[in-house]
């Protein structure tokens, strides 16, 4: 083994920033890929005296490809074409040593560098798809990594390789092949979403990159995003509507009274129960958070355009390219707005309510049939709240930050948009958003997103805020933060 390394590193350091030798060492690469492929087995990594090895032939594969088109082109063809049980590179993504993945990412990097061929070969290649496959497990695995460590140098490498993906407009590709048949999300896509989300969150041009079509199939990052929006939701309503069965429903008869049965998630036995809605949940979060970015950055590119004085050509030439109001537009017509709106309605209902520490239940609609879970506290003061259940606590942290993320989106698209303004009300969106105007524990400033979604949903629009005045608060907060029943309050 020593020979070996002694050599390795003799190699390694002949090659580098020598176009010449790096040449005349694809002669010998399959040598060393063929050492590296030893050193990565199983029964290999874990005995941790291979490691340097390890690291110092994956430096010399590095070396070659460094600056040299040529050369890494070839070897980047060969190792995204070879036989699955033969791909070295998921093989040194799966290494149980730090400093071994980090250098595998410098060589992945060092291939892709300033290459939009090399970069649309991770998922068009025949074993791109796989390559991804291994990338993503490990970078799931560095997420809380401490940033000087071995392990956090790796993950900022691996985020580094993934800025060069979606900077050259292929996300939605990545996503596509990471696709599994029958299943509505996969962990890879969902590790995919978070990096698109921390990109985007951090990026001032996020809005330009979404609407960039570099796709092979001439698909924006923000058609995408929609398109998955719009899946999600539609699954999660799905799900809810068949756990809750027939014990959801709404009431209607009357222009003041407009309220939900909700307690259906505390007393009615549910009638299926999916036990992939929480990882959908956890996506669809991703994807809101996502669009909500580029709404925002939207909204400030739009902002940036705006002149003091304009002439009525002006004004009607702006408001036709405002990015905000295509937005808008486009979120109308794709029904993300109804979609929003149905989503919040049906996981307010199924989604228990945690409130400092305990399950609170919503005050009875006059014109509904009141029913006490077993578990409920009824004091002589009207309060309605449920000690802590550990099962229903656990249920709300499996869905955390859904409402707040799904609200939020709301009332920006909402923000000075008479079309989403009336799409809402007509769609029965103004008590729901109303309903969580209050403090969840696993939807933190919720109360707030919710607020400010309301005033804009009223701003300027005399019909909606009709529909407000006319609905009667049928419950008030006590000292305690728990909701009474008016009709039981003195």
């Avoid at 990015?323 to 017509?333: E, G, R, T």
């Amino acid at each position: 083994m020593e020979t070996c390394v002694s050599l390795a590193k003799f190699t390694r350091n002949l090659v580098a920033q020598n176009p010449a030798n790096q040449v005349r060492a694809l002669e010998v690469e399959p040598a060393i890929r063929s050492l590296v492929f030893r050193y990565t087995t199983y029964s290999a990594t874990q005995d941790p005296t291979s490691y340097p090895i390890t690291r110092v032939l994956t430096q010399t594969l590095s070396n070659i490809v460094t600056s040299n088109d040529y050369v890494a082109q070839a070897l980047w063809t060969t190792y995204l074409n070879l036989p699955e049980e033969q791909l070295i590179l998921t093989r040194l993504f799966a290494s149980p040593d730090a400093q071994t993945v980090l250098v595998a990412f410098v060589f992945v990097l060092n291939c892709i560098h300033e290459s939009r061929p090399r970069i649309e070969q991770l998922a068009g290649s025949p074993r791109g798809p796989r390559t991804c496959f291994g990338f993503l497990d490990r970078m799931a695995s560095l997420f809380e990594a401490e940033e000087s460590s071995a392990e956090g140098r790796a993950f900022d490498l691996g985020y580094e390789i993934f800025t060069r993906v979606i900077e050259a407009g292929l996300v939605p590709t990545l996503y596509r092949s990471l696709t599994v048949e029958d299943e509505p999300i996969t962990p890879h896509q969902t590790t995919l979403l978070k990096m698109v989300d921390s990109f985007l969150h951090n990026s001032e041009s996020a809005y330009e990159l979404s609407s960039r079509r570099h796709d092979p199939d001439g698909r924006y990052l923000l058609d995408m995003l929609t398109e998955r929006f719009l899946a999600l939701s539609r699954y999660t309503q799905d799900s809810i509507q068949r756990a809750l069965g027939a014990y959801i429903f709404f009431v209607h008869e009357s222009p003041t009274h407009y309220s939900a049965d909700t307690h259906s998630n505390e007393s009615a036995p549910l009638q299926e129960l999916d036990l992939l809605l929480p990882k959908v949940c956890e996506a669809l979060v991703l994807v809101t958070q996502c669009l909500t970015t580029i709404t925002l950055r939207a909204e400030e590119t739009a902002t940036a355009r705006s002149l003091p004085s304009r002439t009525d050509d002006e004004v009607a030439a702006h408001l036709s390219s405002n990015p905000l109001i295509v937005i808008s537009a486009m979120f109308l017509d794709h029904g993300v707005v109804d979609s929003l709106v149905e989503t919040l309605r049906l996981v307010d209902t199924f989604v228990p309510r945690i409130t400092y520490g305990k399950v609170v239940r919503r005050p009875t609609a006059p014109n509904q049939q009141e029913s006490h879970s077993t578990s409920e506290a009824a004091s002589s003061d009207g309060t309605r709240s449920m000690s802590p259940n550990p099962e229903l606590i656990r249920a709300a942290q499996a869905f955390a930050h859904v409402k707040r993320d799904l609200v939020r989106l709301l009332g920006i698209v909402a923000s000075q948009n008479r079309a989403v303004q009336d799409r809402v009300r007509e769609s029965g969106g103004l008590p729901v958003v109303m309903n969580l105007c209050v403090v969840d524990d696993y939807n933190p400033y919720l109360r707030e997103h919710a607020i400010f979604a309301l005033r804009n949903l009223l701003s300027g629009n005399p019909e909606s805020q009709a529909v407000v005045d006319a609905i009667q608060p049928v419950g008030k907060w006590n000292e305690d933060k728990v909701l009474q029943e008016l009709r039981s309050v003195r």
